[in-house]
């Protein structure tokens, strides 16, 4: 619809091209604008810029980053800083030069240094982060020609990467570093010498290499080539045009006034209009929460807003100044002033440091932050202490107010005018004797909200320790910040010691009291950390005021001495350092006889890599808009069980851009199966259940649409969302799965011990950062469709629309370039969305678009399992293990989908890597209301292993013993039966478990570990090592099979299609690899276009670990078939080129196109008898991990992991390194951050990245070793390699066990029993409640039965 005219057109330039865009719609954000191509009114239009990624629309992933520069007006300079594309409204860029990753270098024309680095450094996987990265990198080069590593890290700290495991990008960011940031500096060694370090005996042979690249090629970083700021914006910089610009939308209108009185007068005018700066408040509440504001006005132009004066008492900030700008200012401060005049600053800038990622502090500025006023604001807290004031402004005049707790809390009284705005902030400066500290606590250390925040400030009575003054106030503990302020005033007057302490905590937590129904649960935790950020400000405070003493020999008053404070203590005092991951990356080098040209076994770079760099590589949404194309959204249920009574979608159909709702009536085939309909029809089974569809013009009217759509409910029972209400309910999705061995009965009469536990891990989301998405496009004979979907299984999309649709699977082609990530989310779940657009594009006659918001996907499609688990293990007093009996439960979810499968997989591999003589592993997957859980990465051996190894743990604790010895006695040591009884030689297990404690020192260094934890009382250090068997594949030949077309052309070139599908772990490059060894041709040669089932036909879904195996040996066997065809010409013309044989072949009338078949590896399992050989073979690897935690907070950081992995010959040692890394940090997240949180009505909460945390960069381990160990063979696969897409998954476990350790460290120092419950993830709320201390003891405790918590635990 056209936008009403009188609009003033909005000029800015993308990628150096002027845009005129003269009906902007202030709704439009810049990451919307790009890939369609949107500039209707521009002269010259960028076609589709497809590089910047929409993967949360929240600001939190980078994978929209974007380079803004801009004419500061006060510094007079340009800025150039990076952005979220997906919280910028175009509106606000008049004015301002946009650079996305296609402006910066292209494959076509030249690359940037930055996108030839990160792809030749292996830092891209499924390349969907990989633009975003490289523009986060770029604005940092443009602002630091060579960035310290600390820079690099902070660049890169807002953006997410769910492949790579983020160490390959971080080492082509460092290529451009200067090495400043040794963190061993002054030691007289260097991190850079580490390749020396670690390399054990077997690194010293020459055939180990530790490079995966060649740095030496890389192109110089040229300054001068840069894009240069449009002479026409400078100009337009300095003659600003002062009258007042107006957008007009739809449905909002975009006001930006040239000056400050016209602000001022709008602001009278309009006085519920909000101000938008940074857009990083009001944009997501506009997304997820439905605000909406018709008229916004935008400050942008008002540089009276941005002016900072430095005065003899304080600081005013300007309320536009950045936070990223904020930060700058503060350290500026710091280094000018003196230490007692900065405290405040100081702990400013300590939460500046953590808060969010760089774009979010470049756009976020200091004003809208403290007018958003939310509960967890890092920095309202500390300047509510420091005693701030606000400085407004209005047509009246200005004004001052306090920036204390009744602003804070909104009292009108205390608060803005509505016509008033916000001009700057004064934050004085701290006085002599005044101490300001800052705590925060996340669900990790960077980049993630804070579960609570603590700002405090003390003043004593110069020279002693009498309390003058005292704020502290809190954030996360209500809706806004919350002051302590009765309690700090009944403090005045006291000594700062213990009894004072005391009194405190007591009293605070009396004022700060937080419901047990309290908004965002982990009520009992922030209890804790209210009274355990107190003490930690008692003990830093403590040991200022000692310094004060002693500096100035003051004689102190009221007590004679201050409490001491011992070594042990003072450990809590320091918060973990961000620091920069070193390591070391081995594997065996190819044999000095394999000729050049033969690529097989060498570090190759992704196929797409710098495609992916480049912003050029091509996913499912970024093809064009074809002609008359509609978009779908989906309308789910929201109950957990309950009968449809009615649908009422009148209004929708109503409104004009609606063309059409999908029902379950328009299916004209199956509507899915019995029990797992596609669209709900009488009942729906969970919140998320997909109802019905909505096919608009546009996307965002699509969305409108669903709002309007009625549906009333009967609710029905029983609603079941947990394991332990499944049992009770006997719900259950199928029968049980039990594997038994020897006479565990007997056996357990036997032991000297025996001890039963439970253990409870979580499920997790898939996280992949392309979101499920669809185009299917019906073509007008013959009922044919084209689809384009994001799938690990296109022949099951194929097939499910054919079924659904009721037309023959002939009809229907499926077509994958690539998918920005699957790990299992992608096997099942494409199939229901690629049919219900199906129908719809069937119905309607349109091409239809399906892509769902990361909420959406969240919600709808299930992720891993949770599971409970229980255990009961009998053993002799020296640690060997004589019988074990495990029973586990996993959520499903209310469909059956992969769980009765993921329950077969997780019991046969729940022995691991130990030979049990008596063994019942029994396992069920429970019917809930929940949304179906699905494959994901492992298949249920991630949890189901974290049970066998928890009871070795609790063995461990049992013998008085250290775990590693109990895992090593136990573990398989020669030729010998699973449970299963397929025979199998762990002899590489062995080699891979003895490496591992080689290359990490493990014994010196659980002395040393030992060491620390005597000497440090609130911090513990743990160190774990953990052995892994893991089977690769499926249990059944036919899911082996594979097949592979490859046609040779007259030119010479030649094209591979086969069955397995790019996902972003390197199937089409090592498939290339296979095909160039075959054929003896360069890698050049040959091209993969896409996986299609129009070109090879029935194929498996690729997972398993098994992709590059089985289709390995299928593009092998069509490759020898054409070189057999080939073999007479060549033997005729041996001196002949490649493209003399392929003429000479063509005018012999030989094909030159050829079918490759691989029939599968034998995998059979009797489930009557317990017995089979189900999986090809096993990949083994270990890891060991150490960690360091803090007791108080129940923060930990990673120091170190070693892994070792049995590969045996890689095919591509880079993208196996990948692999392992990628799936070891995704198996941290699994055990450490990642947590689903639900309602007691069973409504998944943590649907978007600010709730969901998967690892960033900042938790790769301080020191990251990978090798693969050499001198490995197995005879069954393509030369000798394995597959090793999942198995790095459940190495992760190591972080979780050396948490563990640390954990189990502090319950025996406080003589609390070592067995609790063991709980994944190990999120600082678990950790922080296992170290029960004085402060555990004293928060109040609820009666479960006296409130209705936020949330329900599922597993
Ligand atoms: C991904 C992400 C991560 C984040 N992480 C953290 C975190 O870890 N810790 C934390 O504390 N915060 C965090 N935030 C919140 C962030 O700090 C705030 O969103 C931000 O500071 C708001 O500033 P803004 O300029 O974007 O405000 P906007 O969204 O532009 O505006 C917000 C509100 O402020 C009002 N306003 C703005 N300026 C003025 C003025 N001069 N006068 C009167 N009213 C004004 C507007 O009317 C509006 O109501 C995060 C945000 C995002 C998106
Ligand atoms: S899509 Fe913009 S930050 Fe995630
Ligand atoms: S490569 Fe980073 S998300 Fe896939």
Redesign the pocket.
Known sequence: MPCPSGSDALVFFVNGRKVTERNADPEVTLCKMFPLATFPSSPRPPVGLTGTKYACG???CGACTVMVSKHDPVSKKIRHFSVTAC?VPICSLYGAAVTTVEGIGSIKTRLHPVQERIAKSHGTQCGFCTPGMVMSMYALLRNHLHPSEKQLMEALRGNLCRCTGYRSILESGKTFCMMTDCHQKGTGKCCMDQRENHSSSLDRKSDICTELFAKEEFQPLDPTQELIFPPELLRMAENPEKGTLTFYGERVTWISPGTLQDLLELKAKHPEA???????????AMKSQGHFHPILLS?ARISE?SVVTKTSDGLTIG??CS?AQVKDILAESISELPEEKTQTYRALLKHLR????QQ?RN???L???I??R?C????NPILAVGNATLNLLSEEGTRQIPLNEHFLAGLASAD?KPEE??ESVYIPHSRKWEFVFAFRQAQCLQN???DVNAGMRVLFKEGTDTIEDLSIAYGGVGTATVSAHKSCQQLLGRHWNELMLDEACRLVLDEVSLPGSAPGGKVEFKRTLVVSFLFKFYLKVLKELKTLVRQFSVPVSGSSRYPEISDGFLSALEDFPVTIPQGVQTYQKVDSHQPLRDPVGRPIMHLSGLKHATGEAIFCDDIPRVDKELFMALVTSTRAHAKIISIDFSEALELPEVVDVITAKDIPGTNGGEDDKLLAVDEVLCVGHVICAVVAETDIQAKQAIEKIKITYEDLEPVIFTIEDAIKHNSFLCPEKKLEQGNIKEAFEKVDQIVEGEVHVGGQEHFYMETQRVLVIPKTEDKELDIYVSTQDPAHVQKTVSSTLNIPINRITCHVKRVGGGFGGKVGRPSVFGAIAAVGAVKTGHPIRLVLDREDDMLITGGRHPLFGKYKVGFMNNGRIKALDIECYINGGCTLDHSELVTEFLILKLENAYKIRNLRFRGRACMTNLPSNTAFRGFGFPQGTLVTESCITAVAAKCGLPPEKIREKNMYKTVDKTIYKQAFSPETLIRCWNECLERSSFHSRRMQVEEFNKKNYWKKKGIAIIPMKFSVGFAATSFHQAAALVHIYTDGSVLVTHGGNELGQGIHTKMLQVASRELKVPMSYLHICETSTATVPNTIATAASVGADVNGRAVQNACQILLKRLEPIIKKNPEGTWENWIEAAFEQRISLSATGYFRGYKAFMDWEKGEGDPFPYYVYGVACSEVEIDCLTGAHKKTRTDIVMDACCSLNPAIDIGQIEGAFIQGMGLYTTEELQYSPEGVLYSRSS?EYKIPTITDVPEEFNVSLLPSSQTPLTIYSSKGLGESGMFLGSSVFFAIMDAVAAVRRERDAAEDFTVKSPATPEQVRMACADRFTEMIPRDDPKTFKPWSIPIA
């Open positions: 929240r600001g939190s919280l909000p101000l938008v700066l940074g857009n990083t408040s009001l944009g997501p400050p807003l309320a536009a936070l953590t808060l969010a990622g979010i756009m976020a500025s004003g809208g932050h007018i958003s939310h967890y604001s890092d920095l803005l705005i916000l993630a909200l804070p600010d």
